[in-house]
């Protein structure tokens, strides 16, 4: 499985920003797909993951980030809105065969997002 981020950048503090993660390869076994974030001297952190109908979603992006994915183009999503500063990190999509949002198989290189003004 390959995974392809994009739609990183810079956006100023309260502004949106939409990454997108293209998959390839044997998807068809991926049961849960989830999207990390590391900022410098931090560890990685679980953002959002989705899998088997339902969501989750860490406390401090709840009602601005949604995770989706389109199974028609094999893409999954982070829309993040009401974006804040903390929000600042690389972020990286990730995918998983046993269906549990703490454990992936399979990661992308990561796409840098910075919230500044």
């Known amino acids: 499985v390959q995974l392809v981020e994009s739609g990183g950048g810079l956006v100023q503090p309260g502004g949106s920003l939409r990454l997108s993660c293209a998959a390839s390869?044997?998807?068809?076994?991926?049961l849960v797909w989830g999207w990390h974030r590391q900022a410098p001297g931090k560890e990685r952190e679980l953002v959002?993951?989705?899998?088997?109908?339902?969501?989750y979603y860490t406390e401090s992006v709840k009602g601005r980030f949604t995770i989706s994915r389109d199974n028609a183009k094999n893409t999954l999503y982070l829309q993040m809105n009401n974006m804040k500063p903390d929000d600042t990190a690389m972020y990286y999509c990730?995918?998983?065969?046993?269906?549990?949002?703490?454990?992936?198989?399979?990661w992308g290189q990561g796409t840098q997002v910075t919230v500044s003004s």
């Open positions: 990730a995918a998983g065969e046993l269906g549990l949002v703490d454990e992936y198989d399979y």
């Open positions: 390869g044997s998807i068809d076994k991926i």
């Open positions: 959002a993951a989705w899998g088997s109908g339902s969501t």
